[in-house]
């Protein structure tokens, strides 16, 4: 069945840093990738998505790329801010009840 | 914001008694979603609806049942509590662009 594997946390970095969070998936078709993040306390929020492969998606200065050769599609960010500090999943859906989560990975950016 | 609110947002109840949660949503979308989430493993599908009376099972749904009388209202019933499902539950809708969107969460624990 399908799956999502993403690196393990918690990721702790300085502000300013390059951020990069691993993800790669399983699937037997050709899943929609998604990254949601999570704020203490609060649901899941969509960041971004890619639904073919060689898609970037885009938001907030956080980037993913649909990689199919390498089935991954990994998240990374520039120059990190405090207010990044969340939670990330990732994610992919093949159908209308199909979404598959990875594990999270805390992310925890100090000043 | 998909207009997804919860109800209620907290709650501490006593193994084998039952429970309900309520998730309700304002902009009339097929697809609704419940999920509990775990430390290490993510988001987890209990059952979905597809439409009104339209409900199916999903990878974690012993223990659990759902009804769906209007569009705007899905609930998920814990038949008679237990430890284990102590989790903190999502309610989510799916666009027409196979994008889910999340309420805030309920908090549940079972003594």
């Known amino acids: 069945g399908n799956s999502v594997t993403q690196m393990e946390g918690p990721v702790t970095l300085s502000e300013e840093a390059f951020l990069t969070i691993n993800c790669t998936y399983t699937?037997?078709?050709?899943?929609?990738l998604f990254w949601y993040v999570q704020y203490p306390g609060e649901g899941l929020q969509l960041l971004l998505k890619?639904?073919?492969?060689?898609d970037k998606g885009s938001n907030k200065g956080f980037e993913a790329t649909y990689r199919k050769e390498t089935t991954s599609f990994h998240l990374e960010k520039g120059s990190v801010q405090v207010s990044d500090s969340a939670v990330y999943f990732c994610a992919l859906s093949e159908g209308n009840n199909d979404m598959r989560f990875g594990a999270g990975t805390r992310l925890t950016v100090k000043p | 914001d998909a207009g997804i609110t919860q109800s209620p947002r907290h709650k501490v109840t006593e193994t084998g008694t039952p429970v309900t949660l309520r998730c309700h949503q304002t902009?009339?979308?097929?697809?609704m979603y419940w999920y509990r989430q775990d430390p290490g493993h993510g988001l987890r599908l209990i059952h979905y609806s597809y439409g009104v009376k339209d409900t199916d099972k999903g990878e974690v749904s012993d223990g659990y049942s759902v009804s769906r009388s209007k569009t705007e209202d899905f609930l998920l019933t814990l038949e008679s509590a237990t430890s284990s499902q102590t989790s903190v539950y999502f309610c989510?809708?799916?666009?027409?662009?196979?994008?889910?969107?999340f309420g805030p969460g309920t908090r549940l624990t079972v003594l």
């Open positions: 890619a639904t073919k492969a060689d």
């Open positions: 989510a809708i799916r666009t027409v662009h196979n994008e889910q969107f």
């Open positions: 902009e009339n979308h097929r697809y």
């Open positions: 699937a037997t078709g050709y899943p929609s």
